[in-house]
């Protein structure tokens, strides 16, 4: 037997070893199924199938060069090299590249980011006179992402009565209307945006027989990781690949789905032996990432949710440390204590930092704890904030390098026009666009023709003009022969970036043009990178699309040992030895957004399940007493995760009553009191807390973090209001809203609230916490 087979359990070598015919393994964390699928890469190819053949879909590019990286080792790198591999999206965007002229697309379409689309959005609702505080730009563009993942096009939506119906009856009638035209603003500016890349794949797929028969022949074999967290869209892609050949392999785990609010579907995985015939079913059941401590803790906290397949973890591992639970005064402690634990732990057991992951339910918790690791010089790095792609500069840069691929790309265009100032102002822009929605033409052509067209512009802005669009097909010109490298540094030296920002002279000015230096050297990297290949020659074109679909994870090289920042839903996948999931309480995790049916809290418990089995020695989860949400000081209460932990599983560095949940009122979030909703209360534990004796360090920090003033929650606002409909109120959670009517009388007193945000809600006054406004 090859010998890397003999580094595979038994159970994993089954499926590493099957033969034709579609196969799903299905096992819980760290069982080794992304193990599974890299080996049996390995060995299709020990076996003679063409790498060309092999489709493998993983949920981070990062993984994919990782999986890539192993693959090489094992079969040598040349044949490694010519798999496909890599995000659902940056497979299909190449694909489409391919074969853009057949929907009408040009080969070199832009990829819009969330930020291009939503500025788009909001341009078209403005355009059409509409009220922006009714049509949010932010939610009108996740209802068309919805739609889109579930491939209900424009025409699609104007057949359905109901979808319809839906949109009038949440008050956007115009809904349709805006759908279409950012559909055709897009296809007028030669641009996809994330969601057209599956679905255009689909389109193409359904729509040209021949081109699915070609791809069909060319992935004989598909994998996919992370198979439960496919949504719509991305499974009738795998399937109609798949059809031909039925050699497809998936991996997955039901109970670390987490992806339902961007439309997951958790059926895809539970359906799959339905929907191909002679499936294999196979199981790991062995972990070999975490402790016992970890694995059973886990195994106890999946065990509270209904909707689950039946899976056994356990593992050979030690016992290992029992999962530090503390509580503290407000989310500044909770930095220091998780910056301190860390220290301790690095010189304790001679780790590095890049040993260390604090997991997050949302991204605004890092900042605290950024402060705290900054304090105590521990570097660290945030993956998922703001990425690098992302801050202006660079952005200003790369917009110059799409207008010169796509002249047509009206999102670039907008940003750069006057960006360093050359004179051509909003009006000039406001006349420009009604031309060229009125000739059915991109901006830029409307520049280009400018001197035959009659739009009241003076003839000093008509130069100004023209003067741009000569810039950009002088860069053309040089894109045309030289590589990405080398048109990017023109564009920043040529355009007046540089310039502008070495005038600003402040620090964060030079800061920028450090980063666009840094934007610079990756390129050059990248261009070298890519001339290595035998399809690439390190083109812009090449360049854009791997960064219109890198995410703030590829990024990372792996090479700067810090301590990593994200939140839960980005580590999917990944393993740390010491994990701090911090902001262990009610309404922040679970979330207070995702508590209103069963099916949204058993997402948020499998997320829960995700965060701790990433850990693979040792557990700490934090919460805190106080903590500032929607700008106030909040009483925060511990997160019922903690309760939901088998006892002896948690060591518990605070009174043992006090990290219990008390059960929450109810009503509060459900409008009305549920009583087959409502917890009972325990009775006391019996046995004592377990002897972890804080350090004198920890002692010492707590006597002397004292609440100051400043730290005290503010007095919760009294519920005995007199309230009248009409009146305009404040909820904690679903912010401002006009109360319609008031029912019942005494205890019973019910408002019902139109909120902003929340919607409408019936809530009982006796503890809705309502401030007048
Ligand atoms: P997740 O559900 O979190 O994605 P997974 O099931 O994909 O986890 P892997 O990441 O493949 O699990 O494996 C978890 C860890 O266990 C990895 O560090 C992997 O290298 C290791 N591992 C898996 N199988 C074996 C084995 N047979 N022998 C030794 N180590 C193994
Ligand atoms: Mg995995």
Excluded at 122 to 135: H, T
Excluded at 238 to 267: E, H, M, P, T, W
Excluded at 333 to 353: C, P, W
Excluded at 557 to 580: C, N, Q, S, W
Aim: glycine share 6%.
């Amino acid at each position: 037997m090859e010998k890397y087979l003999a580094e595979l359990n038994e159970a994993q070598l089954a499926p590493v070893l099957h033969k034709e015919g579609p196969l799903i393994v299905i096992a819980g964390a760290g069982s080794g199924k992304t193990r599974v699928l890299t080996y049996r890469i390995a060995y299709l190819m020990s076996k003679g199938v063409d790498p060309f053949n092999i489709l493998s879909l993983t949920f981070t590019n990062k993984a994919a060069r990782e999986m890539k990286s192993r693959i090489a080792s094992i079969v040598g790198n040349s044949e490694a090299k010519n798999l496909w591999m890599g995000t659902f999206h940056s497979i299909f965007a190449k694909i489409l590249r391919f074969e853009a002229d057949k929907l009408g697309y040009p080969s070199n379409f832009t990829i819009y980011d969330t930020q291009d689309s939503q500025r788009l959005i909001s341009a078209i609702i403005k355009e059409m006179g509409l009220d922006k505080d009714v049509y949010k730009y932010k939610q009108v563009y996740s209802r068309i992402s919805s739609y889109k993942n579930s491939l209900i096009t424009v025409k699609a939506y104007f057949q359905n009565a109901e979808l319809q119906e839906a949109d009038a009856m949440a008050k956007r009638p115009r809904l349709g209307e805006i759908y279409q035209n950012y559909v055709d603003r897009c296809f007028k500016a030669g641009a996809m945006d994330f969601d057209d890349l599956l679905l255009k794949t689909n389109e193409l797929l359904t729509r040209f027989p021949e081109v699915l028969q070609k791809y069909q022949n060319r992935f004989r074999y598909i994998l996919v990781d992370e198979y439960q967290d496919t949504n719509h869209s991305q499974y009738l892609i795998v399937k109609a690949l798949s059809d031909k050949f039925q050699n497809i392999c998936v991996v997955g785990d039901d109970a670390q789905s987490i992806y339902a609010f961007r439309g997951a579907n958790i059926n895809n995985i539970l359906n799959f032996q339905r929907d191909y015939d002679g499936v294999e079913m196979y199981r790991l059941e062995q972990n070999y990432r975490s402790t016992k401590n970890i694995v059973n803790a886990a195994n106890s906290v999946i065990d509270k949710n209904q909707t689950k397949l039946d899976k056994v973890v356990w593992t050979q591992n030690e016992d290992g440390g029992k999962i530090i639970v503390n509580r503290l005064l407000t989310d500044g402690e909770e930095g220091r204590f998780v910056a301190s634990s860390i220290f301790e732990n690095k010189m304790e057991h001679q780790l590095q930092n890049g040993d260390f992951a604090i997991l997050y339910r949302t991204n605004a918790q890092s900042r605290a704890m950024e402060d705290a690791l900054r304090k105590k010089d521990i570097p660290y790095r945030i993956y998922g904030g703001l990425s690098f792609y992302q801050r202006k500069e660079i952005k200003d840069v790369l917009a110059y390098l799409r207008l010169i691929v796509n002249p047509k790309d009206e999102e670039a265009l907008k940003r750069v026009i006057n960006y360093p100032a050359r004179g051509i102002g909003a009006t000039t822009m406001d006349k420009l666009s009604l031309a060229a929605n009125h000739y059915k033409r991109s901006i830029f052509e409307v520049i280009e023709n400018i001197e035959k067209i009659d739009l009241k512009i003076n003839k000093g802005t008509k130069n100004k003009l023209t003067n741009f669009s000569n810039m950009i097909k002088h860069f053309q010109l040089i894109a045309e022969n030289k590589d990405a490298f080398t048109v990017a540094e023109t564009v920043a030296k040529k355009t007046g970036l540089l310039q502008e920002l070495k005038k600003d002279g402040t620090p964060e000015g030079i800061a920028r043009i450090e980063n666009i230096e840094e934007l610079l050297n990756g390129m050059s990297d990248f261009v070298e990178g890519q001339k290595e290949l035998a399809d690439a020659d390190g083109s812009l074109t090449e360049f854009l699309e791997d960064v219109a679909l890198a995410t703030d994870m590829d990024k990372d090289t792996g090479d700067e040992d810090r301590v990593a920042l994200m939140t839960i839903h980005l580590a999917k996948g990944l393993e740390f030895p010491y994990v701090y999931i911090v902001g262990m309480e009610e309404d922040l995790f679970p979330s207070g957004m995702s508590m209103n049916t069963r099916s949204e809290l058993e997402e948020e418990r499998r997320l829960f399940y995700v965060a701790l089995t990433r850990a693979e020695k040792q557990a700490y989860l934090t919460y805190t007493q106080s903590r500032y949400r929607w700008g106030k000081l909040i009483d925060a209460e511990p997160s019922r995760f903690i309760e939901e932990i088998d006892e002896k599983f948690l060591d518990l560095m605070v009174p043992q009553d006090d990290y219990k949940y008390k059960p929450l009122i109810d009503s509060d979030i459900f409008g009305e009191v549920d009583k087959s909703k409502l917890r009972q209360t325990k009775p006391k534990r019996g046995t004592p807390p377990p002897a972890h004796k804080p350090t004198e360090e920890q002692l010492r920090k707590l006597r002397r973090l004292r609440p100051t003033d400043a730290d005290k929650p503010s007095k919760s606002d009294s519920p005995a209001l007199q309230l009248e409909s009409g009146q305009e109120v404040e909820h904690m959670r679903f912010g401002k809203g006009k109360i319609l009517s008031i029912e019942g009388v005494g205890q019973d007193k019910k408002a019902e609230i139109d909120f902003e945000n929340g919607g409408l809600k019936k809530l009982l006054l006796r503890f809705a916490k309502l401030k007048v406004l």
